[in-house]
Each structure stands twice: as structure tokens, then as C-alpha cells.
């Protein structure tokens, strides 16, 4: 399978749609957020991580980089995987090409996911997501609502809201995606990858567009 990276804005859908190309192909899902959240607060290194979640920060890249080496590593990633939320800046982006190359792998796609910024606010307001398996669903968009409320289509968990889906933090995480993920697109649109995707459309509608972009460049 290509290997692909998201770039895409807090709330865009990386999530979702990352984990539909999963069950298409699948593959491991591999989000870099989650593993954060995994992560103890029992340690210094843990508190360090909630805090800078919280606050809409990116981790610093050595502990990111060391997280994702580690995953990769694991036997259900042989087949190919989607990574979600990295690389989220320069930095990590050519951590990434350097760790593929030594695989003799390079990065195929970057799906871009344009969406405006008020958008994003309201779906950052109604977004409840399921602690156990992941799911993410919307209160308010018909099309994402959970089938019972507040209990989880998939494995019917009570759906609780992170702790960084709020306005201030949305605004802070909004900043850092600006200022830190954004060049990104320059980065890889200099590569001849880049794929940007009107995210204003529904989960389904942009899947569709994607597995257009994914089977043209598979080989
Ligand atoms: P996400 O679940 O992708 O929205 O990520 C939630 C938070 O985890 C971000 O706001 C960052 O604090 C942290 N995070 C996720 N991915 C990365 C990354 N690649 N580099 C640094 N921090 C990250």
C-alpha cells in the first residue's frame, strides 16, 4: 500500500477518514494523538504530554519520532498503515523521509484537507468521540450522529468529549497548525504529491474523492 500523510487543520476529518481508508485496505491505523493519550500522566514525561495537549502544543519531535519508530516496528504494519496527525511540521516531516528511506520507502501521497475556520469551530463544539474504540461522532451533523445518544455505534461506550475540544484550546491548536503544519503543503506540493480535497463535504463524499486519488497512484 502507498504510504500517505494528512495535512489537515484541528477537526478537518484526518481522523475519520484515516480510518475509513483502514477498514478499506486493512490496515493499522496509527494515530499519533491517540498513542499520546495512552501515554500514563504518572510520570514526568506523561504530565509533560497531557499538559501540552491541553494547551494545543505539539510534543516535542524526539518523543514523537521515538513513539511512531516503536509502532512501525510492529508486526501488523508489514502490510502498509495510515499514519494521522504526523508529520505535523518540517521537522518531522523529514524525520519521516529519513526513516522511510532507510526502509527504501518514500512518502506517495499527502492528502490535504481544506476546510475554513469557522467550520471547523462548530465541529469542534458538537465532536464526542468514544474512549474505548475511537469513533468519532457529531452531534449536530445528521450524517455523524450517533445512532443512540451518547453511546457509540461500534461498541455502545458511553461517548465522552476530549479535553482539548474546546474554543480555547481549538484557537490555540488552530495557531500551531498555522504556524507549524501549514508549510507542510509547500513542502510536499515541491515533491508533486500534494492532494488537496475540499473537506467542506460530508465523511463519505470526501472518502470517495480520496479512493480516487489512492487507487490512480497505486501501483
Ligand atoms: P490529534 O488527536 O491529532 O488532534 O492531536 C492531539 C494533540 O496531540 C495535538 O494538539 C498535539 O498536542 C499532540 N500531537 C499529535 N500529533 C502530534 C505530532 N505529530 N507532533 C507533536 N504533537 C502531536
Known amino acids: ?10 477537526a478537518a476529518g484526518k481522523g475519520t477518514q484515516s480510518k475509513k481508508i483502514c477498514s478499506f485496505y486493512k490496515v493499522p491505523h496509527i494515530s499519533i494523538g491517540d498513542l499520546l493519550r495512552d501515554i500514563s500522566t504518572d510520570t514526568e514525561e506523561g504530565k509533560y504530554i497531557a499538559q501540552q495537549m491541553k494547551q494545543g502544543i505539539l510534543v516535542k519531535d524526539e518523543t514523537i519520532a521515538h513513539l511512531l519508530e516503536e509502532r512501525l516496528q510492529k508486526e501488523d504494519c508489514v502490510n502498509g498503515y495510515v499514519l494521522d496527525g504526523f508529520p505535523r511540521n518540517k521537522e518531522q516531516a523529514i524525520i519521516y523521509d529519513k526513516m522511510l528511506s532507510k526502509l527504501g520507502k518514500k512518502v506517495d501521497i499527502a492528502l490535504y484537507l481544506e476546510i475554513e475556520y469557522e467550520a471547523l469551530k462548530d465541529r469542534i463544539a458538537y465532536r464526542v468521540s468514544c474512549p474505548n474504540c475511537g469513533h468519532v461522532f ?3 451533523i445528521d450524517t455523524l450522529k450517533p445512532k443512540k445518544e451518547g453511546l457509540c455505534d461500534h461498541c455502545h461506550h458511553i461517548l465522552t468529549k476530549r479535553s482539548d475540544d474546546n474554543e480555547d484550546s481549538f484557537k490555540k491548536r488552530w495557531n500551531t497548525y498555522q504556524t507549524e503544519t501549514e508549510p507542510l503543503i509547500d513542502f510536499y506540493k515541491q515533491k508533486n504529491i500534494l492532494h488537496p480535497i475540499n473537506s467542506m463535504q460530508t465523511a463519505d463524499e470526501i472518502f470517495k474523492e480520496i479512493l480516487q486519488i489512492l487507487e490512480e497512484g497505486a501501483s
Open 138 to 140: 457529531n452531534t449536530r
Open 1 to 10: 500500500m502507498k504510504n500517505i500523510v494528512f495535512i489537515a487543520p484541528p
